[in-house]
């Protein structure tokens, strides 16, 4: 079956604009997490969703980053007033349940470039 | 604090030879333990997971780790390398109190010398 999608593959904004990522999770599986990779280093968390629940915001690294999710359909990113220091590699996973022995999917991720 | 180390950022092998890649982890609780490739340019893909069941895994590519609760490490191996097997490698530590915490390692990256 399909896997996890995330749109644009790649973004080049300027600095100040406002952008805007895109995830589509597997169907049916409930759990998503957004992560941030900088060049050459690790995995960031940033934002986790489950459900219906309250998302667990705890990885945001400042105020001009939110994230939305529907239901357990697709989530979007929004990076406000970019920064140059905000150019990293944006991947989404999905996983079917909360539990811990379920793994992650991983989509492709959205390479975004500040200038 | 619960937490995974990844001892090597980069290790180096010749092709044909054996691969080891470390990885500590401490935890209060019986954790998942997983392993994930990422090649150059491309997503994260899983090589194998432990989920408290046979201690030793199998995996893709012919890698497996071995679940150590005594010395709290989960280290992968494969008995040949190829030169395919070029790539970045996360360990992974799922469970603890909470469901939603994930903690990666750092991430050993893997050169394949002919």
């Known amino acids: 079956g399909a896997g996890v999608s995330q749109s644009p593959s790649n973004k080049v904004t300027e600095k100040g604009k406002d952008v805007e990522l895109r995830c589509d999770p597997i169907?049916?599986?409930?759990?998503l997490y957004w992560y941030r990779q900088r060049l050459g280093q690790g995995l960031e968390f940033l934002i986790y969703?489950?459900?219906?629940?309250?998302?667990?915001k705890s990885g945001l690294p400042s105020d001009r980053f939110s994230a939305e999710r529907t239901g357990e359909s697709v989530s979007t990113l929004t990076i406000q007033r970019t920064q140059q220091e905000d150019s990293a590699v944006y991947l989404c996973?999905?996983?079917?349940?909360?539990?811990?022995?379920?793994?992650?999917?991983f989509g492709p991720g959205t390479r975004l470039t500040v200038t | 604090a619960q937490s995974v180390t990844q001892l090597d950022s980069h290790v180096s092998v010749s092709e044909g030879t054996p691969v080891l890649l470390r990885c500590n982890y401490s935890?209060?609780?019986?954790?998942?333990l997983f392993w994930y490739v990422q090649h150059p340019n491309k997503g994260l893909q899983l090589l194998l997971k432990?989920?408290?069941?046979?201690?030793l895994v199998k995996g893709i590519n012919g890698f497996e780790a071995e679940f150590k609760k005594s010395e709290t490490s989960f280290h992968l191996t494969k008995p040949s390398a190829h030169m395919s097997d070029a790539a970045e490698y996360f360990c992974?530590?799922?469970?603890?109190?909470?469901?939603?915490?994930?903690?990666f390692g750092s991430g050993t990256r893997l050169s394949i010398r002919p």
């Open positions: 169907s049916g599986h409930t759990a």
């Open positions: 935890s209060s609780y019986s954790p998942s």
């Open positions: 432990y989920t408290s069941a046979a201690t």
């Open positions: 992974v530590v799922s469970g603890y109190s909470s469901a939603s915490k994930i903690i």
């Open positions: 969703f489950q459900g219906n629940s309250a998302p667990d």
């Open positions: 996973a999905s996983r079917l349940a909360p539990g811990e022995s379920y793994e992650q999917y």
